[in-house]
């Protein structure tokens, strides 16, 4: 509390966590209330909001490993066609 306003310094847990929106929800309730008190509101820290696949938290990135492999072996077949003309 800085007078007349109060920050709300978070780290809001990653999507994982079966409880983001239980935490978000009583971040709203807590800013509602100072502002229902008279107070200005600033929120800042880490939202862990994603906006593009390469924010997801890395161990959650799906791989597809034979996806992966046929195109390792369309490569080499191409290279040894390429390699025996």
Same mark, same amino acid.
Request: glycine share 8%; aromatic share 8%; hydrophobic share 35%.
């Given at each position: 509390?800085?007078?007349?306003?109060?920050?709300?310094?978070?780290?809001?847990?990653?999507?994982?966590?079966?409880?983001?929106?239980?935490?978000?929800?009583?971040?709203?309730?807590?800013?509602?209330?100072?502002?229902?008190?008279? =107070? &200005?509101? !600033?929120?800042?820290? *880490?939202?862990? +909001?994603?906006?593009?696949?390469?924010?997801?938290?890395? =161990? &959650?990135? !799906?791989?597809?490993? *034979?996806?992966? +492999?046929?195109?390792?072996?369309?490569?080499?077949?191409?290279?040894?066609? !390429?390699?025996?003309?």
């Amino acid at each position: 509390d800085h007078g007349g306003f109060v920050v709300f310094n978070v780290y809001v847990p990653n999507g994982i966590h079966t409880n983001k929106m239980k935490f978000l929800m009583a971040l709203r309730n807590a800013m509602r209330l100072q502002r229902q008190s008279g =107070k &200005h509101v !600033v929120l800042v820290g *880490d939202m862990n +909001l994603k906006i593009d696949k390469r924010d997801i938290y890395w =161990k &959650h990135r !799906v791989v597809n490993v *034979d996806e992966l +492999l046929s195109e390792k072996q369309q490569q080499q077949q191409q290279q040894c066609e !390429v390699g025996s003309q």
